[in-house]
T-cell receptor
Framework: GDSVTQMEGPVTLSEEAFLTINCTYTATGYPSLFWYVQYPGEGLQLLLKATKADDKGSNKGFEATYRKETTSFHLEKGSVQVSDSAVYFCALRVLNSGYSTLTFGKGTMLLVSP | DSGVTQTPKHLITATGQRVTLRCSPRSGDLSVYWYQQSLDQGLQFLIQYYNGEERAKGNILERFSAQQFPDLHSELNLSSLELGDSALYFC?????????????FGEGSRLTVL
């Protein structure tokens, strides 16, 4: 079945450090890929997405490129801030006959210290 | 604020009991999704409804059931509760059948089973 594997956290960084959170996927069809973010005490919200191979999603300084050859969608940011501390979820969507659902990874907690 | 409302925010109950979680989707959204978030399993898809009809089922136990009413709000019923059912239950909504992949999440209902 479809699945998403993320690096385990927590990832602990100092402010202005470079961030990479690894994500790889397994899917039978041609998935769209997403990163969602969950801030403390809140629900998940969409951060960025890519719908086909070689697409790059970007938002709020975060980027991720859809790599079909390595089945990966790693999240990067050049300079993290304390306000980026949150849990990050990689997800995929595969269209099935008449419906689609999102399959999420287990999440990676990011802690940024001043 | 995502526009998705979940009640109650917190719920403490005993093993063997039954609880109902309620979700009001964003205005105009026809699809409602339920997810269970626990530390060991991550974010697990339970069930999806679209305009009152069940469209997709995930890892939902037989002790759990859900429905979507004509006004589009949804309820998740959990019965014969066990300690392992303690988790954060999220409701999410989307306008259609997840064509864009963007889900709007509520803040969750935290269930503690003692």
């Amino acid at each position: 079945g479809d699945s998403v594997t993320q690096m385990e956290g927590p990832v602990t960084l100092s402010e202005e450090a470079f961030l990479t959170i690894n994500c790889t996927y397994t899917a039978t069809g041609y998935p769209s890929l997403f990163w969602y973010v969950q801030y403390p005490g809140e629900g998940l919200q969409l951060l960025l997405k890519a719908t086909k191979a070689d697409d790059k999603g970007s938002n709020k300084g975060f980027e991720a490129t859809y790599r079909k050859e390595t089945t990966s969608f790693h999240l990067e940011k050049g300079s993290v801030q304390v306000s980026d501390s949150a849990v990050y979820f990689c997800a995929l969507r595969v269209l099935n006959s008449g419906y689609s659902t999102l399959t999420f990874g287990k999440g990676t907690m990011l802690l940024v210290s001043p | 604020d995502s526009g998705v409302t979940q009640t109650p925010k917190h719920l403490i109950t005993a093993t063997g009991q039954r609880v109902t979680l309620r979700c009001s989707p964003r205005s105009g959204d026809l699809s409602v999704y339920w997810y269970q978030q626990s530390l060991d399993q991550g974010l697990q898809f339970l069930i999806q409804y679209y305009n009152g009809e069940e469209r997709a089922k995930g890892n939902i136990l037989e002790r759990f059931s859900a429905q979507q009413f004509p006004d589009l709000h949804s309820e998740l019923n959990l019965s014969s509760l066990e300690l392992g059912d303690s988790a954060l239950y999220f409701c999410a909504s989307s306008s259609g059948l997840l064509n864009t992949g963007e889900l709007f999440f509520g803040e969750g209902s935290r269930l503690t089973v003692l």
